[in-house]
């Protein structure tokens, strides 16, 4: 069966690499192993996987896990995030350098991976589980988070990494957590405005910026999501994507879009606010 929606396009595999003779070789293998396999381009960075990614639609996305401008998992990350429904979502491996704890992760996770320097061997026995994903890819529909059967397993394996080391970071910054913030200064124009954190609608990262959106307005703050969302209680504000974090009090409803994706209705605002795919289960009906 072939799952692709155009049958006559043979299936296509995006390297992200930033080391290039590792790229070569990587490719040089996948054309040996998989020969009918079209590697489709060579990203150099995080930063311009994505952006090809979202170009070229891959069926298979090698991805390095630490490269400049994007690691590999917040590529994937906002690939989730960006990608639409026109086209099923790539399957994804990630490239490491041995580390043992870096294995167990992705063991643990489930999350397919193949470690520098790369061995046929691995690499063949990974080829195995992708053209099997491939092959049964078309008969998974109507699947949870954004009804992309591929996304979907890749999200919930994310969550399953993820989980470990978001715990550890918690109880890390619950010990040198400042004091919860109850009123943000944040400029407008020459003017700096004392909003109380419980007018904030949501919070969102700009380019060097954290926009406030808050219910008399909005207004800008330099302090870093991270930073932020450290000092905001937790019980009332939750992210739902890499750039947003939203006052759960202020959500009305949650709905999703013509691509599955979901977002929210805030109370006193027009323009809905978007969550990402790894956040998704935060809405779920209870």
């Known amino acids: 069966m072939n799952t692709h929606p155009n049958p006559a396009r043979a299936m296509r595999a995006l390297i992200a690499e930033d080391e290039p003779i590792l790229a070569a070789t990587l490719a040089h293998m996948l054309r040996k192993l998989w020969p009918e396999l079209e590697i489709a381009a060579t990203a150099p960075n995080g930063i311009a996987a994505v952006e090809q990614a979202l170009t070229l639609r891959p069926d298979v996305l090698f991805l390095d896990i630490k490269m400049p401008g994007r690691s590999g998992m917040e590529a994937a990350e906002e690939l989730a995030e960006r990608w639409d429904g026109a086209h099923p979502f790539p399957q994804v491996v990630f490239v490491t350098a041995y580390d043992d704890y870096a294995v167990q992760a992705f063991e643990h996770a489930a999350l397919d991976y193949v470690l520098k320097p790369v061995g046929e061997a691995r690499l063949a026995r990974t080829i195995g589980r992708l053209r099997a994903q491939l092959e049964r890819a078309g008969d998974e529909a109507g699947v949870d988070d954004g009804g992309d059967a591929g996304m979907a397993r890749l999200v919930e394996q994310m969550r399953a990494l993820l989980a470990p080391a978001a715990a550890s970071n918690a109880v890390a910054t619950a010990a040198a957590a400042p004091a919860r913030l109850d009123t943000i200064r944040a400029a407008v124009g020459n003017t700096v405005r004392m909003i109380p954190v419980q007018e904030v609608l949501y919070f969102q990262a700009l380019d060097k910026y954290v926009n406030v959106a808050g219910i008399e307005g909005d207004a800008l703050i330099r302090l870093s999501l991270k ?26 409803s949650a709905s999703r ?11 006193g605002r027009s323009e809905p606010l978007k969550v990402s795919p790894l956040f998704a289960h935060l809405f779920r009906q209870m």
């Open 257 to 267: 879009d013509d691509f599955g994706k979901l977002q929210l209705a805030l109370r």
């Open 227 to 252: 930073d932020l969302l450290a000092q905001l209680d937790p019980a009332q504000f939750c992210q739902i994507s890499r750039s947003s974090i939203v006052n759960l009090r202020h959500v009305a």
